[in-house]
């Protein structure tokens, strides 16, 4: 076998060895937090899915390093859950939403989802920076929960959102959530004094991700009455113009970051792509 072959071979066997490692660590977290995580829903495909994303996003990262982004990324699984598919009324909604931004200002959790985030809040508060930035991370938490309510009415209400309004309401997808959790306690010095131009970045890749989860989870959204943009009249062409004009506009925001910060850029892109492989889906949006 030729070098850069070998080299390439051994790359992808450290990168699945360290998504297997993270996602032991998961696994730890969901029998830590009872009753959040039902096997129904959160089984052995959606721990290694999650977890291979996130390593084949930074595979030079070790499993340490990316405990924080895994974390995140599963406590945001979880509360989508709580919302979409336990939350009966919009005053449970709108209590959940409270209860998180309480405990993201320093109060004592009171349930499961609210004692899983007070951990990941107190693991971020290891980093120094994370004083200076608690703000900015609350913020997008706040954006994320509002996200989340905002689309529980619509389905409610069974209202139909434009395209354009859909997509603004991306954060509730948590991708940019999870990004910020990541950068905070990973980041180099150049992304974290910048992390408001990388929330820009981080967003368009989240409205990409908004649109091709849906893509992918359709039939999954239908048989379970979930909000999809596939079912709000939109077509799947519309669907496929949009997913390539944001997958081109995400690529030029991207370029200029990888002169600062290699690795931040690189984890952007990956997002796009590994996402959009693993659901056997084009990075530029789904076949007519």
């Not at 603004?168 to 992304?191: E, K, M, P, Q």
Request: aromatic share 10%; charged share 25%; hydrophobic share 45%.
């Amino acid at each position: 076998m030729p070098d850069a072959e070998l080299a390439e071979a051994f790359e992808l066997g450290r990168t699945c060895a360290l998504a297997a490692e993270c996602g032991r660590d998961l696994r730890r977290c969901a029998q830590m937090y009872g009753g959040l995580f039902p096997q129904a829903a959160f089984d052995g495909e959606f721990y290694n899915a999650l977890t291979l994303s996130m390593a084949f996003s930074a595979p030079w990262a070790t499993a340490d390093r990316l405990k924080v982004v895994n974390r995140a990324a599963l406590w945001v699984m979880a509360v989508d859950r709580l919302v979409d598919h336990t939350a009966t009324t919009r005053e449970q909604v709108n209590r959940l939403t409270r209860e998180c931004l309480s405990v993201a200002d320093g109060a004592v959790p009171q349930s499961a989802a609210t004692r899983f985030l007070a951990d990941l809040r107190d693991e971020l508060a290891t980093v120094e920076e994370f004083r200076d930035l608690r703000w900015l991370w609350r913020d997008q938490l706040a954006r994320m929960l509002a996200g989340m309510a905002r689309a529980w009415v619509w389905r409610d209400t069974q209202a139909a959102p434009t395209l354009a309004r859909y997509l603004d309401n991306a954060d509730s997808r948590g991708s940019c959530f999870v990004d910020l959790s990541h950068w905070i306690y990973t980041a180099d010095d150049w992304s974290k004094a910048h992390l408001r131009d990388l929330r820009a970045v981080s967003g368009l890749v989240q409205r990409y991700l908004h649109l091709l989860g849906d893509v992918a989870s359709y039939r999954r959204d239908m048989s379970w009455g979930d909000l999809n943009v596939l079912a709000l009249g939109v077509s799947r062409a519309e669907v496929r113009d949009a997913m390539a004009e944001l997958a081109g506009e995400a690529s030029r925001l991207i370029e200029p970051v990888r002169a600062r910060s290699p690795r931040t850029a690189t984890y952007l892109r990956r997002q796009i792509g590994f996402s959009a492989g693993i659901n056997g889906i084009s990075a530029y949006g789904p076949a007519t």
